[in-house]
């Protein structure tokens, strides 16, 4: 059953033109931004060569859970992250983060 709706949900949205992702069900429609973390040190996170700070309220979501704790990161990972901006020059804050699995990641880049 939970497959037919599936597939009917896909039906109706190619017929009214609407791009559904294929991603679990608390995870956005997009990213304010995507990349592959390459460093994680304490209270920062370096995604795509970019050097960010972690915000104290950090949101990490995964396929099978949301706000998860922030220690299911691992270098290699791909993301997609949401962050805000500092207004005194310095890297701003990343604030919510979700995991990507290979998959997820070929149905956002479309």
């Keep these: 059953m939970k ?3 599936q597939v009917l949900a896909l039906n109706v949205s190619l017929v009214l033109g609407v791009y559904a992702v294929a991603g679990p069900s ?3 429609e ?4 995507m990349g592959i973390v390459d460093d994680i040190r304490q209270g920062a996170i370096v995604i795509n060569d970019q050097f960010y700070y972690i915000s104290n309220a950090l949101k990490v979501h995964t396929a ?3 706000d998860k704790n922030r220690k299911v990161l691992r ?3 791909t993301i997609g992250y949401s962050f805000q901006a500092s207004g005194t020059g310095r890297r701003g804050n ?3 983060i ?8 070929k149905e956002y880049r479309k």
């Design 30 to 33: 997009s990213f304010q931004r």
């Design 3 to 5: 497959r037919l709706v």
């Design 75 to 77: 270098k290699g990972q």
């Design 98 to 105: 979700w995991i990507l699995s290979s998959d997820m990641v």
């Design 64 to 66: 099978k859970k949301a």
């Design 94 to 96: 990343v604030t919510e």
């Design 26 to 28: 608390h995870y956005p």
